[in-house]
């Protein structure tokens, strides 16, 4: 019997990260609710979803941030909009991937200035994909509070509309 050097055995890692991947595309925007409750009483979010974002389903992505910007959860939607799958975007701030060349700094000034208020707010934007198209996003952030009344996360959700 000869041994096949060009493959490589199969190790339980292989199929836990089959099963993950397979639980992460069903984490989509459908069971947006079931995965905000969940977080919410792990961060102590007061912010109810009904509140938070009462009008989801219109939009196409979620991605919920911690309050330094640093994504800690995308649904599969945000891999169709973007090309970037969870694992490229997880630890790292939204912006540093998604804004390229016609991404104008008036824009960026904005959500800053925006985010910085507290306050809960829809803009566009023009975000590039992975492989550089760009595209324009409504982007609705909602800060999400603490019983401190403390932000500690960022909910966006996203649509593209151009």
Not at 127 to 142: D, S
């Amino acid at each position: 019997m000869s041994l096949n050097t060009n493959s490589v055995p199969l190790i339980a890692g292989d199929f836990y990260l089959e099963t993950f991947h397979k639980l992460c595309g069903e984490l989509n925007g459908t069971y947006l609710k079931e995965v905000y409750q969940r977080l919410a009483q792990n961060f102590e979010w007061i912010t109810p979803i009904e509140k938070a974002a009462e009008d989801y389903a219109t939009y196409q992505a979620y991605i919920i941030s911690d309050n330094a910007y640093n994504v800690v959860w995308v649904d599969t939607g945000f891999s169709k909009m973007t090309g970037y799958e969870a694992h490229e975007i997880i630890g790292k701030k939204p912006n540093a991937l998604l804004h390229g060349p016609q991404t104008k700094q008036e824009d960026r000034d904005v959500f800053r200035k925006k985010l910085k208020s507290g306050s809960p707010f829809t803009a566009q934007i023009t975000n590039h994909r992975k492989n550089g198209e760009a595209y324009v996003c409504e982007v609705k952030i909602v800060p999400l509070f603490n019983a401190s009344k403390e932000i500690t996360h960022f909910l966006a959700l996203e649509k593209e509309v151009a």
